[in-house]
Nanobody, 122 residues
Framework: HVQLVESGGGSVQAGGSLRLSCTAS???????MAWFRRIPGQGREGVAA???????NYLEDVQGRFIISRENGKNIVTLEMNALKPEDTATYYC??????????????????WGQGTQVTVS
Protein backbone atom coordinates (compact mmCIF):
# COMPACT_ATOMS: atom_id res chain seq x y z
CA HIS A 1 0.00 0.00 0.00
CA VAL A 2 1.54 3.29 -1.12
CA GLN A 3 1.35 6.23 1.25
CA LEU A 4 2.18 9.80 0.25
CA VAL A 5 3.34 12.47 2.66
CA GLU A 6 3.56 16.07 1.46
CA SER A 7 5.54 18.93 2.95
CA GLY A 8 6.16 22.53 2.05
CA GLY A 9 3.64 25.07 0.86
CA GLY A 10 2.62 28.18 2.73
CA SER A 11 2.11 31.82 1.87
CA VAL A 12 4.24 34.00 -0.39
CA GLN A 13 3.97 37.26 -2.28
CA ALA A 14 3.54 37.30 -6.03
CA GLY A 15 6.84 36.70 -7.78
CA GLY A 16 8.17 34.60 -4.95
CA SER A 17 9.05 30.92 -4.75
CA LEU A 18 7.95 27.90 -2.79
CA ARG A 19 8.99 24.25 -2.74
CA LEU A 20 6.74 21.26 -2.23
CA SER A 21 8.02 17.79 -1.43
CA CYS A 22 6.30 14.42 -1.56
CA THR A 23 7.64 11.19 -0.12
CA ALA A 24 6.07 7.90 -1.16
CA SER A 25 6.45 4.83 1.04
CA UNK A 26 5.33 1.25 0.63
CA UNK A 27 6.77 0.62 -2.84
CA UNK A 28 10.40 0.24 -3.82
CA UNK A 29 10.27 0.49 -7.61
CA UNK A 30 10.01 3.93 -9.27
CA UNK A 31 6.48 5.31 -9.23
CA UNK A 32 4.88 7.71 -11.63
CA MET A 33 4.32 10.78 -9.49
CA ALA A 34 2.58 14.08 -10.06
CA TRP A 35 1.32 17.26 -8.48
CA PHE A 36 -2.24 18.42 -8.90
CA ARG A 37 -3.99 21.47 -7.54
CA ARG A 38 -7.53 22.36 -6.67
CA ILE A 39 -8.90 25.86 -6.60
CA PRO A 40 -12.04 26.16 -4.44
CA GLY A 41 -15.11 25.36 -6.49
CA GLN A 42 -13.15 23.65 -9.26
CA GLY A 43 -11.85 20.17 -9.99
CA ARG A 44 -8.28 19.04 -9.58
CA GLU A 45 -5.87 20.20 -12.29
CA GLY A 46 -2.67 18.40 -13.20
CA VAL A 47 0.34 20.69 -12.74
CA ALA A 48 3.43 18.56 -13.27
CA ALA A 49 4.26 14.88 -13.53
CA UNK A 50 7.39 12.76 -13.59
CA UNK A 51 7.93 9.21 -14.75
CA UNK A 52 10.14 6.57 -13.28
CA UNK A 53 12.70 7.35 -15.97
CA UNK A 54 12.72 11.06 -15.12
CA UNK A 55 10.59 12.15 -18.06
CA UNK A 56 8.38 15.11 -17.21
CA ASN A 57 5.15 16.77 -18.27
CA TYR A 58 3.86 20.22 -17.32
CA LEU A 59 0.66 22.19 -17.45
CA GLU A 60 1.24 24.88 -20.05
CA ASP A 61 0.52 27.66 -17.57
CA VAL A 62 3.39 26.61 -15.29
CA GLN A 63 5.88 25.65 -17.99
CA GLY A 64 9.12 27.54 -17.35
CA ARG A 65 8.08 28.52 -13.80
CA PHE A 66 7.69 25.16 -12.05
CA ILE A 67 10.20 22.33 -11.97
CA ILE A 68 9.41 18.78 -10.89
CA SER A 69 12.31 16.54 -9.95
CA ARG A 70 12.98 13.20 -8.31
CA GLU A 71 15.75 12.22 -5.91
CA ASN A 72 17.92 9.60 -7.57
CA GLY A 73 16.50 6.13 -7.11
CA LYS A 74 13.87 7.27 -4.64
CA ASN A 75 10.18 7.97 -4.69
CA ILE A 76 10.74 11.48 -3.35
CA VAL A 77 9.55 14.21 -5.65
CA THR A 78 9.98 17.95 -5.33
CA LEU A 79 8.02 20.70 -7.05
CA GLU A 80 9.99 23.94 -7.22
CA MET A 81 7.55 26.79 -7.87
CA ASN A 82 8.99 30.10 -9.06
CA ALA A 83 7.52 33.40 -10.23
CA LEU A 84 4.33 32.55 -8.40
CA LYS A 85 1.12 34.31 -9.34
CA PRO A 86 -2.04 34.85 -7.28
CA GLU A 87 -3.82 32.43 -9.63
CA ASP A 88 -1.46 29.69 -8.44
CA THR A 89 -3.25 29.83 -5.09
CA ALA A 90 -4.72 26.39 -4.47
CA THR A 91 -4.48 23.22 -2.46
CA TYR A 92 -1.72 21.13 -4.00
CA TYR A 93 -1.91 17.34 -3.95
CA CYS A 94 0.75 14.73 -4.58
CA UNK A 95 -0.37 11.72 -6.60
CA UNK A 96 1.26 8.43 -7.56
CA UNK A 97 0.61 5.28 -9.51
CA UNK A 98 2.48 2.15 -10.38
CA UNK A 99 2.12 2.48 -14.11
CA UNK A 100 0.89 4.99 -16.63
CA UNK A 101 1.75 5.27 -20.31
CA UNK A 102 3.47 8.65 -19.83
CA UNK A 103 3.87 11.10 -16.95
CA UNK A 104 0.20 11.98 -17.01
CA UNK A 105 -1.63 15.11 -15.91
CA UNK A 106 -4.95 13.27 -15.93
CA UNK A 107 -6.45 12.82 -12.48
CA UNK A 108 -7.96 9.41 -13.20
CA UNK A 109 -4.53 7.97 -14.04
CA UNK A 110 -3.50 8.11 -10.37
CA UNK A 111 -4.68 5.83 -7.60
CA UNK A 112 -2.71 7.09 -4.60
CA TRP A 113 -3.14 10.60 -3.23
CA GLY A 114 -1.71 12.77 -0.49
CA GLN A 115 -3.76 14.88 1.89
CA GLY A 116 -2.95 18.18 0.22
CA THR A 117 -1.00 21.26 1.22
CA GLN A 118 -2.11 24.88 0.85
CA VAL A 119 -0.26 27.38 -1.31
CA THR A 120 -1.36 31.00 -1.07
CA VAL A 121 0.06 33.74 -3.29
CA SER A 122 -0.93 37.32 -2.54
Amino acid sequence: HVQLVESGGGSVQAGGSLRLSCTASGYTLPLYMAWFRRIPGQGREGVAAIGGDGSTNYLEDVQGRFIISRENGKNIVTLEMNALKPEDTATYYCAADLVTDVPSLVETQYYFWGQGTQVTVS
